[in-house]
């Protein structure tokens, strides 16, 4: 737990000194991020993830991203659990800077492999997760390709910390309202890495209500400072995206019963 805390600190340190430069240039943008998640447990050590991300920007009239994700998890240890998949990303040019220097959409195939710890103290739920990513992004090679011809390869390692605890009571049961938040900084690296080493860092402040074991739903407020891959008049431009976002969580266990 200790070793954990820690690395947990040095990731948020590291990410707070990594944005902290002058030579940069720096756009806003408000977000809502709306999303679902489904767990369905299929044997005690086997089940299936699927995700969708709506993510929106100006709060939810126009594109930022579409995410679809699925996985499959092998359940190690009671407190440790792996999860590897596929992801397709559909990203938009919103903003004044599109991620995009052409101003155009772009598709990602990626594919990534996860753990996740969990730990219990006094009231409160402790979930470390560590994710490698292999992100094939696309991109146009001249002004005159409709579509996106190349796909380099790009290697991302994300770390979260997230804490949750009830608001009423010592456990979080059914018809339990609590209080969730979490921070998640990514990392890229590898010979295509350009100028975002430092790629993105995410905070989250959810208030979340456990309608039963089953069902999870969580509001709150997000923040997302994201550095372009690239400069813009020799300057690094980052984003400074928050907003809202909205979770709804499935966990179904669909082991045969005896």
């Known amino acids: 737990m200790k070793?954990?805390?820690?690395?947990?600190?040095?990731?948020?340190?590291?990410?707070?000194?990594?944005?902290?430069?002058?030579?940069?240039?720096?756009?806003?943008?408000?977000?809502?991020?709306?999303?679902?998640?489904?767990?369905?447990?299929?044997?005690?050590?086997?089940?299936?993830?699927?995700?969708?991300?709506f993510r929106r920007n100006d709060i939810i009239t126009e594109w930022q991203q579409s995410l679809l994700r699925l996985g499959i998890n092998y359940q190690l240890t009671p407190k440790i659990q792996c999860r590897m998949g596929y992801a397709w990303i559909e990203t938009f040019p919103y903003g004044e800077i599109p991620l995009n220097g052409m101003g155009r959409d772009f598709t990602e195939h990626r594919l990534f492999q996860m753990v996740t710890l969990t730990d219990h103290v006094s009231i409160v739920d402790l979930t470390h997760r560590y994710m490698l990513e292999q992100r094939w992004v696309g991109r146009y090679s001249n002004t005159d390709q409709t579509n996106e011809d190349e796909f380099p390869l790009l290697n991302r390692f994300r770390y979260m910390v997230r804490m949750q605890f009830p608001l009423k009571g010592k456990e979080i049961k059914n018809k339990t309202p609590y209080f969730a938040m979490y921070n998640e900084v990514f990392i890229g690296f590898g010979k295509n890495v350009n100028e975002n080493i430092f790629d993105q860092n995410r905070v989250g402040i959810l208030l979340g209500y456990r309608i039963n074991p089953s069902i999870r739903i969580e509001a709150g407020f997000l923040n997302q400072i994201l550095q372009l891959g690239r400069e813009l008049n020799n300057s690094n431009v980052f984003q400074y995206n928050n907003g809202i976002i909205v979770n709804a969580n499935f966990n179904m266990d669909l082991t045969p019963k005896k």
């Open 3 to 53: 070793a954990n805390v820690l690395i947990a600190f040095l990731a948020i340190v590291f990410s707070q000194l990594s944005i902290a430069q002058n030579n940069r240039q720096s756009t806003y943008n408000r977000i809502g991020w709306y999303n679902y998640f489904g767990t369905f447990k299929l044997s005690p050590k086997f089940g299936i993830h699927t995700e969708y991300q």
